[in-house]
């Protein structure tokens, strides 16, 4: 297979069949998956799906990250690879190539805006979009790279604070809204793993744990956990965090929302509280690696576990599961591990009609793949979650 690489801007859609969140490279993922758990047979299918997800020129243009485009598309192909079998040689070579450049154009992007004191947005460093998520695939897939360094070195900046107007601000702040349906004048702060603070803390803990480290690093996730403790929540012995913090809500100490959300990967406690167990493995910090746990353990029963109503990644069940597996296999105890049975089941009840990865049945069949065999997932599709 040879991928055309298109290295101009176009309108990126979540929707095209390079698009990780709803395209053709979940399902391509899902494909691989089985394959690499069944026998060659299974290869037919993952090829004509890799085919189709790289049917168009390959979007290689700024806005592409690691739910679409060339990020996506080489993910993809990586996965492919696990087995020591070397697939799609020449276009993950080709794409490579495309994405280490881009990673240091947006990076000269971000330092520029860095130096002018300008806030950020979430497609400059989220999970999604932005440099977050190109941190997740080159510490999995290029962990030697000078690009990976460069970027954790500016993800320690973003933790900084600074001010704006008077007011420290946390240096993740940005000015637009968390969703066009909910406003927040003046700009917020975003907690969750998707979009926020978390999804920075579990790419550096992780990159400690796999010994990438550059200056500032062990400050920066110190500097992130401590802002995690003074914004824990606990309503009826159930700690939790607010999705995102507004101007007057950093003012006042007091968050607007008055209890506990779903427990979600993208927004919820449980990507938060992974999050935090990744950085106390790394930093060699119990108490805070037990209190996390805790959160996580306790995200897996009622009535936290009744509100999750969806079997998707995103916000659902399949994303809780994905979470909570890989974080039992580093817990220090079998609370989380003792739990996973339940939503398990819940996962398997549920039948979702719509395709894609991140709210479809993609990700759902991906998340019970796991579930069946009890192993995890050859693919390591579960590392564009940062939860691994």
Known sequence: MTATIEPVDTDANETDPQSLANGAVGPALLAIERALNSDADGWTAAHQLVRRATSRPVDAGSHAGLYYGAPAILFMLNAATVDGRDRYTAARQSLT?????????????????????????????DLFH???????????????????????????????????????????????????????????????????????????????????????????????????????QETSGQAWWPQWL???????????????????????????ARALQLAAIATNQPARQAAAEAVLAACLTSPQLDRLTEPGICHGLAGLYATAYRAAADA??????????????????????????????TGQLLAMTTARTGAPPRTRWDTCLLIT
């Not at 994405?99 to 979430?122: I, Y």
């Not at 460069?150 to 001010?163: A, H, W």
């Not at 066009?180 to 999804?199: D, I, K, V």
């Not at 996973?340 to 719509?354: C, M, N």
Request: one cysteine or more.
């Open 130 to 232: 932005g440099l977050t998520g190109a941190g997740a695939l080159l510490l999995h897939h290029l962990p030697a790279a000078d690009e990976l360094g460069d970027l954790l070195t500016y993800v320690v900046r973003l933790t900084e604070p600074r001010v704006d107007d008077g007011q420290p601000l946390p240096g993740w702040w940005v000015d637009h809204d968390p969703d066009p349906l909910l406003p927040t004048p003046g700009g917020h702060a975003n907690l969750g793993m998707a979009h926020g603070a978390a999804g920075l803390l579990a790419l550096l803990a992780l990159a400690t744990r796999a010994g990438r480290q550059v200056d500032g690093q062990t400050e920066a996730i110190e500097r992130l956990c401590t802002w995690y403790d003074h914004w824990r």
């Open 246 to 272: 507004t101007r007057d809500q950093l003012r006042t100490g007091r968050p607007a929302q008055e209890g506990p959300g779903r427990p979600s990967w993208c927004y919820g406690a449980p990507g938060i």
């Open 332 to 361: 220090n105890t079998s609370d989380i591990a003792a739990r996973l049975p339940v939503p398990a089941e819940r996962l398997a009840h549920h039948h979702l009609g719509i395709d894609g990865f991140l709210t479809g049945r």
């Open 97 to 125: 190539h495309h994405v280490r450049r881009l990673v240091r154009d947006r990076l000269a992007t971000a330092n520029s805006r860095l130096r002018h004191n300008q806030p950020p947005t979430f497609a400059e460093y």
